[in-house]
C-alpha cells in the first residue's frame, strides 16, 4: 500500500484497480504495485476535473441575460479581468486566447486550493501535475506560433542577424525547452513547500497559528495560479507576435 494513501484514493484502489492497471497495460506500462496502482495525485486531479465539470454545468443553467446571479456576476468580473490582462499582455487578437487562459488559471487555482482541505491534498504539489500543464502549454504557444504565421515561425529561431543562425538556433531551442521545466519546478516547488508547512503547523497547533498558514496557503494557490497563467500569455504573445 502506498504511504499516507487518502481515502478517496483507497476507495479508487478498492473497486478501480482493475481498470487502473488495464490502462496502463494500453501502453505496457506495470504499475509498481498492481493491487494499489492509483496515487494520491492522479485521483486528486481527476476528482478536481470532474467536480469543476459538475460546477459548471450547474451554473450553466443558472445563466441569465436579464437577472444575472452573483455567481454570474463573480465570473463576469473574472472574463474581464483575464481579457483585460491579455491585452496588457500584448497579444494580438487576443480574445481568442482567454478560453484557455481561464481553462487553465481556474483548472490550477482548484488543484491548489484543494489542499486547503485537510482530507485532501493538492496534486499540483506532485511533479507530474505541473509537467503536464507545462507541456500543455508548450504544445498550445508553438501550435499558435505555426497557425498564425505559419513556416516563418521558425525564423524566431534565426535571430534578428541571419549570419548567427548556427549560434542562435541552439540556445532558442535550449531557452524554449527550458520554459516547461521553468513553470514546472515554479508549480511545484511552491505548493509542495506551502503544502508541507501547513501540515506540520496543522498537527503542531489548534487555531490561531494555523488560520494563519491556512490562508498564506490560499495566497500561494492563487498567486502561483496567476503567474503561471500570466507566463503562458508571454509565451503565446511571443509566438504570435509579427514583430518579434
Same mark, same amino acid.
Do not use: C
Given at each position: 500500500m502506498q504511504e499516507h494513501e487518502?481515502?478517496?484514493?483507497?476507495?479508487?484502489?478498492?473497486?478501480?484497480a482493475g481498470l487502473a492497471n488495464a490502462i496502463l497495460g494500453l501502453f505496457h506500462i506495470a504499475a509498481e504495485n498492481q493491487a494499489?496502482?492509483?496515487?494520491?495525485?492522479?485521483?486528486?486531479?481527476?476528482f478536481v476535473f470532474a467536480l469543476l465539470l459538475v460546477l459548471f454545468a450547474?451554473?450553466?443553467?443558472?445563466?441569465?441575460?436579464?437577472?444575472?446571479?452573483?455567481?454570474?456576476?463573480?465570473?463576469?468580473?473574472?472574463?474581464?479581468f483575464l481579457s483585460n490582462t $491579455?491585452?496588457? =499582455?500584448?497579444?494580438?487578437?487576443?480574445?481568442?486566447f482567454v478560453p484557455y487562459f481561464g481553462t487553465i488559471f481556474i483548472f490550477i487555482l482548484a488543484m491548489n486550493l484543494i489542499g486547503a482541505i485537510p482530507i485532501f491534498?493538492?496534486?499540483t504539489m506532485t511533479v507530474a501535475v505541473p509537467l503536464g500543464l507545462a507541456i500543455c502549454t508548450f504544445v498550445y504557444y508553438h501550435f499558435w506560433g505555426f497557425r498564425i504565421q505559419g513556416m516563418k515561425y521558425l525564423m524566431q529561431f534565426v535571430g534578428p542577424i541571419w549570419w548567427l543562425f548556427p549560434l542562435?538556433?541552439?540556445i532558442e531551442i535550449i531557452s524554449h525547452l527550458a520554459r516547461p521545466f521553468s513553470l514546472t519546478l515554479r508549480l511545484y516547488a511552491n505548493m509542495f513547500a506551502g503544502e508541507?508547512?501547513?501540515? $506540520?503547523?496543522? =498537527?503542531l497547533t489548534y487555531l490561531v497559528v494555523?488560520?494563519?498558514?491556512?490562508?498564506?496557503?490560499?495566497?500561494?494557490?492563487?498567486?502561483?495560479?496567476?503567474i503561471f497563467t500570466l507566463l503562458s500569455m508571454v509565451y503565446v504573445r511571443g509566438a504570435t507576435a509579427h514583430d518579434h
Open positions: 487518502l481515502w478517496l484514493t483507497a476507495q479508487f484502489n478498492n473497486y478501480l494499489r496502482p492509483w496515487q494520491n495525485w492522479l485521483v486528486m486531479e481527476l450547474l451554473l450553466r443553467t443558472k445563466l441569465s441575460v436579464d437577472k444575472p446571479g452573483k455567481i454570474q456576476h463573480l465570473a463576469e468580473v473574472f472574463y474581464a $491579455v491585452e496588457e =499582455a500584448g497579444i494580438e487578437h487576443g480574445q481568442k491534498e493538492s496534486p542562435m538556433i541552439p508541507q508547512v501547513t501540515s $506540520v503547523f496543522l =498537527a494555523p488560520v494563519i498558514f491556512m490562508a498564506l496557503h490560499i495566497f500561494v494557490a492563487f498567486l502561483q495560479a496567476y
